[in-house]
C-alpha cells in the first residue's frame, strides 16, 4: 500500500525489451534507497513495481505487458516519474490509501495557472467516472489529490505550488495521459450495494 505523497520525481535511466514486457532502471536522489530491498514494492507514476535489482541510487524493475496495456508513461527512456516507497504499518497517512494498481488512464483536458494555484482538468474513461465524487480522493500519476468538481466524466483538482515542486504533474499539458487510480472506498461500496442488491432479488 501507498499514500500518494510522492518523496521524489525519478529518471528513467533506461528502457530494456523483455519477453514482450520491459525491463527499466530508474534513478532517484531523494526517494532514499538505504533500506530498499530485493522484492521491494515502489509506486513508479502510480504504478506498483517490484524491486529486481539495486544499484547506489539505482533501482531496477520489470514492466509486465498486461500493466503497460493499461498504464501510461512507462516506456519511454528519459522521462520524469513520481516515486513512492510502500508504506510501514507505522506510517503517517499524508494522502489516501493507495493501492498502486491503476484503473484507467485519463487525458488531460486543461491545465491552467489561476494565481495562487493551478487548475487541471481531467477526462475519466467512462467506465471509471461513476467513482469520482467532489471532495473525494483520486490518484494521478501516483500523486493524492482531492476532487473540487465533477461535470460527466471530466473532472477537476488543484494543484499547489509544493505539489508542482517535488512531482511531476508540472510538465503536464493538454492532451497528455494520465495514470488514474479512484479510491479505494468507492470501489468497496459499490462491491456492499451490489452484494446487498442480489441477496433482495
Known amino acids: 500500500m501507498f499514500s500518494g505523497i510522492i518523496a521524489d520525481a525519478g529518471l528513467i535511466k533506461s528502457v530494456?525489451?523483455?519477453a514482450g514486457g520491459l525491463r527499466l532502471t530508474v534513478a532517484t536522489e531523494m526517494l532514499g534507497m538505504d533500506d530498499v530491498k530485493l522484492g521491494d514494492s515502489i509506486a513508479v507514476?502510480?504504478?506498483?513495481?517490484?524491486v529486481i535489482a539495486v544499484?547506489?541510487?539505482?533501482f531496477t524493475v520489470d514492466v509486465s505487458r498486461e500493466t503497460l496495456d493499461c498504464?501510461?508513461?512507462l516506456d519511454r527512456q528519459g522521462a520524469h516519474v513520481n516515486l513512492e516507497k510502500a508504506m510501514r504499518l507505522s506510517d503517517?497517512?499524508?494522502?489516501h490509501l493507495v493501492s498502486g494498481h491503476v484503473d484507467g488512464v485519463g487525458e488531460v483536458v486543461a491545465f491552467n495557472d489561476i494565481g495562487e494555484s493551478w487548475r487541471l482538468v481531467v477526462k475519466a474513461p467512462q467506465a471509471l467516472a461513476k467513482y469520482i465524487a467532489v471532495k473525494g480522493s483520486i490518484t494521478l500519476n501516483g500523486v493524492s489529490l482531492t476532487v473540487n468538481h465533477v461535470v460527466g466524466d471530466e473532472f477537476e483538482v488543484n494543484l499547489i505550488p509544493h505539489t508542482l515542486e517535488v512531482t511531476t504533474l508540472d510538465e503536464l499539458k493538454k492532451g497528455a495521459r494520465v495514470n488514474l487510480e479512484i479510491d479505494l472506498i468507492a470501489r468497496y461500496?459499490?462491491?456492499?450495494m451490489q452484494a446487498?442488491?442480489?441477496q433482495n432479488t
Open 55 to 58: 544499484d547506489g541510487n539505482d
Open 196 to 198: 446487498e442488491k442480489e
Open 16 to 18: 530494456q525489451d523483455r
Open 189 to 192: 461500496v459499490e462491491r456492499m
Open 71 to 73: 498504464t501510461t508513461g
Open 45 to 50: 507514476n502510480g504504478v506498483c513495481l517490484t
Open 92 to 95: 503517517r497517512i499524508g494522502g
